[in-house]
């Protein structure tokens, strides 16, 4: 069975659309991710459903840590209790609901978020966990773009460079071995595409045909 692939990133940069190209790639993100077709999202239920389970655990929100202090409460918590956490997590079932019956011998892996503020329980799960960091620059001109979620618009006009820095540095995960994704290089170039494909070690999954590829995944421009 493959080591599964954790894909992380601050709320709003786009990592929807890096794991809707990592599906059209041939990597599995959940029977319950949601259709291909869609533009937001692909989350696996189980997975996210495990998310909300964590934070509610410690901090009782499930949602995106928005704010420094309750993110920092977070990583404070989650590490004090890491052990009580991880029996708490039904990785059977959440399995389960995830495969649904499906060929496991396939890449494999999850999108969400809230990832990068859990990826030390789930480090501690899947001790061979591959972290793939979605990187956007926030700057004066991506805060002037229109936002096409709340999350959005959260990273454009409310986030701040430090709970921006801790979405990008999970707790417990040593930086070397975060395989980081440039969002401005992946809607570009179809080399950031492939050199995330050789770092997760599925190069030979690469695309033939970058501009039937672009349209399917919601690019404006095809990759070049």
């Known amino acids: ?26 990597v599995f993100l959940g029977a319950d991710a949601g259709p291909m077709k869609d533009r937001k999202f692909h989350e696996s239920a189980s997975f996210r459903d495990a998310n909300n389970q964590i934070l509610s655990s410690t901090i009782n929100f499930p949602h995106a840590p928005k704010g420094v202090v309750q993110f920092r409460n977070h990583n404070d918590r989650m590490f004090a209790n890491l052990g009580t956490i991880k029996k708490s997590i039904d990785v059977e079932a959440i399995q389960q609901r995830f495969w649904a019956g499906e060929n496991r011998d396939q890449p494999w892996g999850w999108k969400d978020p809230r990832n990068s503020a859990t990826a030390l329980v789930w480090k ?94 919601g690019l404006e421009s095809p990759l070049q």
């Open 1 to 26: 069975m493959h080591e599964p692939i954790l894909i992380c990133g601050c709320p709003g940069t786009g990592t929807s659309l890096l794991a809707k190209m990592l599906r059209h790639c041939g």
């Open 124 to 217: 501690s799960i899947f001790p061979g966990l591959q972290v793939l960091m979605l990187e956007r620059k926030w700057r004066e001109s991506v805060a002037a773009e229109r936002a096409n979620s709340l999350a959005g618009e959260w990273f454009r006009k409310q986030s701040c460079a430090d709970i921006r820095s801790l979405y990008l540095s999970p707790t417990g995960i040593d930086r070397a071995d975060i395989i980081s994704v440039d969002f401005d290089r992946l809607i570009a170039s179809s080399d950031e595409l492939n050199a995330t494909l050789k770092a997760l070690g599925l190069d030979h999954r690469g695309v033939e045909d970058f501009q039937d590829f672009s349209a399917k995944v």
